[in-house]
């Protein structure tokens, strides 16, 4: 059940001194559930630390690998404020606090308020929550891919004196009609080269854009999308982490438990299709007014050049203005086609020893993610790669 909002919460957020913390390590406890379910509906978050990506995700993978949730919810009048989906999980005799799937997710924020971060009063509270993590018995805090706002508020835990993660997102802001957002945000030329794209890919018929509503039609379209990525895998070289069986449990869960009423988010399946074949589809969510994208195939043939995954990406941008989003998340991964609509707006991870056996281990973590950054922004060592990945793939090595 639902906490009824109070009138004078605004006023309690900005007067708050010490919230109430408490610490849930069973998904299942209808406290829990309750907090998780006022913030996600009515607060400010994104899908990847929601109870439906957060719970299939320790159903299907966390649970096998003896990783203990830590969820913290912050309470101020007996009404959740804050809540952060945390894990505890050891490494040799060392424990880490992280945040529940925080390798196969975007960006990770938790769960606010709204009027909390429209206040900007929200300091006692995030030290509250960093104590709560302190006290967690952990040895090393890795709190990874943070992002600076989060649906266009501050986000209470980001610091910029933390390390630079080695992701990025691209989110921008959208408007409607889209007709004027694609003028505005566009060349005249690129629209152009889109068209004679779609001209060419069509032929005599006709491309059609597809919103997958239904949860078997949605299913069919996932299983399309990690298809079509092993195919492009044995061409590129590029592991698809999504053929994993327990991975696959994991997204079709998603999809089912994001339909729920309980749910805050909805994920999304769409795609372009021509006389009934698939071309290329995304997989998303949307969370309140902004659409986050979380990954997208195309099929391996001729067909490529004509760049189905671009033509795909604007009716779904397109789509997302005329039904009145206020922002477009590409997510992490540093395509160049994402430049076209926004610049990269880098994360940050909080790397912290908090017992003196784990001051070795936050080191190494910091120093290997410095050189994951350099790799990863050297474009011609990411080039050869490539190339050297495809051709051992193609030679069946």
């Not at 302190?134 to 390390?163: A, K």
């Not at 694609?182 to 597809?210: C, D, I, P």
């Not at 350099?374 to 030679?395: I, P, Q």
Request: glycine share 6%; with cysteine.
């Amino acid at each position: 059940m639902l906490c009824a909002p109070k009138a004078d919460m605004r006023n309690g957020l900005n007067n708050v001194t010490t919230p109430k913390i408490e610490v849930f390590q069973d998904f299942s406890n209808p406290k829990l559930l309750d907090a998780w379910e006022e913030l996600e509906k009515n607060g400010t978050g994104t899908p990847y630390n929601s109870w439906a990506w957060a719970s299939s995700w320790y159903t299907h993978i966390g649970a096998a690998r003896g990783i203990k949730p830590y969820v913290i919810v912050a309470y101020v009048e007996d009404e959740p404020v804050a809540l952060l989906p945390l894990a505890l999980q050891r490494k040799a005799s060392l424990t880490v606090i992280r945040f529940l799937a925080d390798k196969i997710g975007n960006q990770n924020t938790g769960f606010w308020k709204t009027e909390l971060l429209e206040g900007g009063e929200f300091s006692s509270i995030a030290a509250a929550l960093r104590q709560a993590i302190h006290e967690s018995g952990c040895d090393i805090i890795q709190l990874r891919n943070m992002s600076q706002t989060i649906e266009g508020l501050p986000n209470p835990l980001f610091r910029v004196s933390d390390q630079l993660s080695t992701n990025a997102i691209y989110p921008f802001e959208l408007f409607a009609p889209s007709q004027d957002f694609m003028e505005a945000r566009r060349s005249k030329r690129t629209r152009s080269g889109v068209r004679q794209k779609r001209r060419r890919l069509q032929g005599e018929s006709e491309l059609v854009f597809v919103d997958h509503k239904d949860l078997e039609t949605q299913a069919s379209t996932l299983d399309t999308l990690i298809r079509q990525r092993d195919e492009r895998q044995a061409l590129t070289g590029i592991p698809n982490a999504f053929s994993v069986p327990e991975v696959r449990a994991f997204l079709h869960d998603f999809l089912k438990l994001s339909a729920e009423p309980r749910s805050g988010v909805r994920a999304t399946m769409h795609s372009i299709e021509l006389d009934g074949e698939v071309l290329a589809t995304n997989f998303g969510a949307l969370c309140h007014k902004t659409f986050y994208c979380y990954s997208l195939s195309i099929i391996s043939d001729e067909r490529t050049r004509n760049s189905p995954g671009l033509i795909l990406s604007f009716d779904l941008i397109a789509q997302m203005c005329d039904d009145g989003l206020e922002r477009f998340d590409y997510g992490v991964g540093k395509e160049d086609y994402k430049l076209g609509w926004a610049e990269p707006d880098y994360l940050r991870d909080w790397i912290e020893a908090t017992t003196a056996k784990g001051r070795a281990l936050a080191a190494t973590t910091a120093a290997l993610l410095k050189g994951k950054q350099m790799l990863r922004d050297n474009k011609l060592f990411w080039k050869t790669y490539r190339s050297v990945r495809g051709a051992l793939r193609r030679a069946g090595l």
